[in-house]
């Protein structure tokens, strides 16, 4: 069947890795910023490996430089996601890349993103919310500041704080000064885990920065008491199949941990991490998934549920969208 009309709810999203790469050109066109780099000659976005994505994720990200350019992305992130049954969606936001850090500067940015957000909600039925992110290879650092900016605009937009970037750098400890900060001002959390680093990764992020949900966490696999305990803990995973499998940490779909995980009891949900990147869609996610392991109507129901019960969301809006 085609899923595409299928309501979906996605939880692990990056805002500035769901540009299409038109809108990135567009927009180095009218700068005349020179980005030939991050393009391969199909007009694809071009990396080698991870680290190397990690960068020109950032190329593509340096012609994004006012308010308004975000709210004309957001735009295009909630157009591309409504198209795909996306009824309720949470986006990384980074303020290093609004502002850098400084919190009158990245509210400006808020502020439009929020605007085109209200705008969607009303004419594509979309919800979105916020989740600010500091990045792992930025440094211990550079995440304090970002955590403030987080802090200080925790509201019906912003309900989330997280960590991505590259899991080779440092250790979740490093980060437990933002991730209090976070905490104490009421956020809920989230860690990228589990992808890169081992099952020993998912466990620093889950004692050291006490996080409800992780970002893939799929590596708990190789592990099974720490499947156990993401089961018994109750544990929300953001699983992006695609993700993994065009970066080739599984060979194939058929080979990816999803169905495992969810056999043996853990919340797994599903999302695109960074859609065109990985030449992927929250339709195409559910069409592999019904390919590989059999995935009906019922088995997708229960991952849209669990996602919204774990949705960093307030529960009048949960319960509006349920
Ligand atoms: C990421 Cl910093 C960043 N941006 C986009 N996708 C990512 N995955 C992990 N870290
Ligand atoms: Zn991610």
């Known amino acids: 069947m085609s899923w595409k009309t299928y309501p979906k709810v996605e939880l692990h999203l990056h805002h500035e890795g769901a540009a299409p790469p038109a809108f990135i050109r567009g927009l180095a066109q009218e700068k005349n ?9 199909r007009g694809h976005y071009a990396y080698e490996n991870f680290v190397h994505f990690l960068s020109v994720y950032e190329a593509a990200t340096s012609v994004l ?14 157009e591309e996601s409504a198209a795909h049954g996306v009824v309720y969606s949470e986006t990384f936001l980074s303020p290093d890349f609004c502002g850098g850090g400084d919190v009158e500067a990245w509210r400006e940015y808020l502020h439009a993103i929020e605007e085109v957000a209200d705008e969607a909600e009303k004419t594509l039925g979309i919800t979105l919310r916020g989740v600010i992110t500091c990045i792992r290879h930025f440094g211990p650092e550079k995440a304090r500041p970002i955590a403030v900016c987080a802090a200080e605009t925790k509201g019906g937009f912003i309900t989330g704080f997280g960590i991505a970037g590259d899991e080779g750098k440092g250790k979740p400890r490093d980060f437990t000064w933002a991730f209090d900060c976070a905490r104490e ?14 099952p020993q990764s998912v466990r620093d992020a889950l004692t050291d920065l006490k996080v409800e949900r992780i970002g893939h966490g799929v590596r708990a696999i190789e592990d099974l008491a ?12 953001e699983v992006c199949p695609g993700s993994n499998v065009t970066l080739g940490l599984y060979p194939n779909w058929r080979r990816h ?4 995980l969810r056999e043996r009891g853990v919340k ?3 999302s695109t991490d960074d859609p ?10 559910f069409e ?16 849209t549920r669990t996602a919204l019960d774990a949705a960093f969301c307030d529960e009048d809006t949960r319960a509006r969208i349920a």
């Not at 720490?226 to 995973?237: I, P, R, S």
């Not at 065109?276 to 996610?285: N, S, W």
């Not at 390919?291 to 129901?301: L, T």
């Open 226 to 237: 720490l499947v156990d305990e993401l089961a018994e803990k109750g544990v929300t995973l």
């Open 276 to 285: 065109p990147f990985f030449h992927t869609t929250m339709t195409r996610e």
């Open 185 to 198: 001002a009421g956020l809920h959390l989230t860690a990228h885990a589990g992808e890169w680093g081992g």
């Open 257 to 260: 941990p999803i169905e495992q």
């Open 65 to 78: 430089r006012t308010p308004e350019d975000y709210a004309r992305l957001t735009r295009a992130v909630l």
């Open 288 to 303: 592999e998934l019904e390919r590989a392991f059999g995935w009906d109507a019922e088995v997708f129901g229960e991952i």
């Open 268 to 270: 797994v949900t599903v």
């Open 33 to 41: 910023v020179d980005i030939s780099k991050v393009f391969d000659e």
